[in-house]
């Protein structure tokens, strides 16, 4: 007796061909991850650019350098990293029920969305730091404008504004992602424990540094980190929330 | 000596939410190259069926087997599995362009003239975004990349909603022909049981949760007639038999019967008076549902026919 096997009529792909078609997929429809960004990036260096102008024609010329030296606060050379938290939840809400429909499964869309972050973030990092460096090049010639030169962004290295804005997209990306996640696996319960569970371990934290007395040491400490240690080490909780989301949606039913 | 080995075997599977059971010690088997329907109400459970056998649902209890093996994140299955659910979501922003730009990448026989001509014979807008499309555009492309996937297994979940007449059977049709030339395993679920009756081979039906029929199409056409007549001659002829459903108007009846009806049969209802019709599997079904509903099924019309 023979039993039919299952000689498969269908070539097999292997794993990390299908991670990396998992990143081809979420770049399909280029608009969502880099084009809106850059459209994003366009608008406020648009705005920034307007309202400098606005201040040379308007100010009077002993307060014009003071009112554009105050530009350098506006964080508006970040503002296209806020839209990473919307690409983070839709990631999670569409795309992962859209890829499953394509027969992926959930490990192959982690890996390759985790991919996908890894190469946005540097794509975006790498286009926001040239236009850094060209606004630092503007500045040390004498035209003071700050847009993307804001911030510690300033006085920094190229590497070190490359790394921060890959730090900050790679944070924003995992954390969207791993709350969207709570709520696709465990729905309004999963956000009201989540919650409850960073609030308590903040009350935690802030107790024991209050209560040791270890306030002044921590501050001490982290002063110690280079900017750039920093933002590196914002990569530790981005892996963490990423854990937490895989967590979540190892065995997340696809819901109608 | 070669035996035929189930493509999908479905061992007690069991889906509960909270108080409801979604699927309840559902058990079948699935042959290699046959389109099955998979039939009931709304709420039958067929859609978290499908969501159990492609793994994007779990069961509770008992096992599920799809090419031999769990499907739950097994790729080597899930890569010859193709899933077209009725509410397919998509990111925003999506045009129907790009799911078929994509949909190569995972399925490995991918057949594009299928999918370019399935286009223009659905007339498929490819450039509008796909939450902006109609109903029926939304399941044309559900059915285009059902198709062209040429997947070994293919679930079809309510494939055609919103579709128009025109469309539904340029669907029957691609399927028949294609499955002809490529046979695969089709599993397809909907409510217009009539207009895919011939298409199947097996049909399965679900009724809150469980399994009330697992049966071969062919047996199951003219395995149930209507009587008609005055009401004592119908009851008189139903008398030891298996009423599905029983209407009375007047002094008239109408009985649906389970099982073959012999020669001789048909002479008794002759002379007493009856008309006997055949009863499109649609009916059976609806009269099957109905009977299950009133009675819990302790026994299964297959089972009883099988007796």
């Known amino acids: 007796m023979t039993v039919i096997d299952f000689t498969p009529t269908v070539s ?28 994003i990036t366009a608008v406020a260096l648009g705005v920034s650019i307007v309202v400098a102008l606005l201040i040379a024609a308007t100010v009077p010329a002993a307060d014009r350098q003071q009112a554009l030296e105050g530009m350098s606060y506006s964080w508006a050379g970040l503002s296209a990293l806020w839209y ?47 236009l850094t460096v060209i606004e630092q090049a503007i500045n040390d010639s004498g035209v003071t404008f700050h847009h993307f030169t804001a911030l510690w962004f300033g006085s920094s290295n190229a590497a070190t504004v490359w790394l921060s804005l890959f730090s900050l997209q790679i944070l924003v990306l995992a954390l969207a992602s791993a709350v969207t996640a709570v709520y696709v696996r465990w729905r309004v319960i999963g956000m009201v424990v989540l919650w409850i569970a960073v609030a308590l371990v903040a009350l935690a934290v802030v107790s024991v540094i209050v209560l040791t007395g270890t306030g002044e040491n921590l501050f001490a400490w982290l002063a110690s980190f280079s900017v750039a240690g920093l933002f590196a080490a914002l990569l530790v909780p981005a892996a963490l929330a990423f854990a937490l989301g895989w967590v979540a949606l190892r065995w997340a039913p696809l819901r109608t | 000596m ?137 399941s044309a492309l559900g059915v285009i990349v059902g198709l062209a996937s040429q997947a070994p297994i293919t679930f079809f979940d309510e494939p055609y909603l919103g579709l128009d007449a025109v469309a539904r059977q340029l669907f029957y049709d691609t399927l028949l022909a294609d499955f002809a030339q490529r046979p695969r395993t089709i599993v397809l679920s909907t409510h217009l049981i009539d207009e895919v009756s011939d298409l199947l081979e097996h049909v399965l039906v679900l009724e809150q949760g469980r399994l009330m029929l697992d049966q071969d199409a062919e047996s199951l056409r003219g395995s149930a007639s209507a009587i008609a007549g005055r009401a004592a001659e119908v009851d008189r002829f139903a008398e030891g038999r298996r009423v599905l459903h029983r209407d009375t108007l007047g002094g008239l009846a109408t009985a649906t019967i389970a099982g073959a009806l012999t020669a001789a049969d048909h002479r008794a209802a002759a002379a007493a008076g009856l008309e006997i019709a055949p009863v499109s599997v649609q009916q059976l079904i609806v009269d099957l549902s109905r009977n299950a509903a009133q009675n819990p099924p302790e026994v299964s019309f297959a089972e009883e026919r099988g007796a």
């Open chain 1, 12 to 39: 097999q792909v292997s794993g990390p061909n299908r991670v990396v078609k998992v990143l081809r997929l979420h770049l399909v429809n280029r608009m969502i991850y880099l084009g809106i960004p850059w459209i």
């Open chain 1, 84 to 130: 990473m938290a919307v690409v983070g939840v839709q990631t999670v809400a569409s795309a992962f029920p859209f890829a499953l429909g394509f027969s992926i499964t959930r490990r192959e869309f982690a890996a390759g969305t985790a991919l996908a972050y890894l190469v946005i973030a540097a794509i975006n990092a790498t286009g926001w730091t040239i």
């Open chain 2, 2 to 138: 070669t035996i035929p080995t189930p493509v999908i075997h479905v061992d007690g599977v069991t889906r509960r939410y909270r108080d409801l059971r979604a699927l309840d010690d559902v058990s079948f088997s699935v042959q290699r190259n046959t389109i099955t329907g998979l039939l009931g109400r709304n709420g039958a459970g067929k859609s978290t069926l499908m969501r159990v056998l492609t793994g994007q649902e779990f069961p509770t209890a008992g096992t599920a087997r799809v090419l031999g093996a769990n499907p739950v994140e097994n790729s080597g299955v899930l890569q010859r599995i193709c899933f077209i659910s009725e509410s397919q979501r998509y990111p925003d922003s999506f045009q129907a362009r790009h799911v078929l730009t994509s949909a190569p990448w995972f399925y490995a026989n991918w057949d594009t003239d299928l999918a370019d001509r399935l286009v223009d014979d659905f007339r498929l807008p490819l450039k509008r975004e796909i939450r902006k499309l109609s109903r029926g555009q939304q």
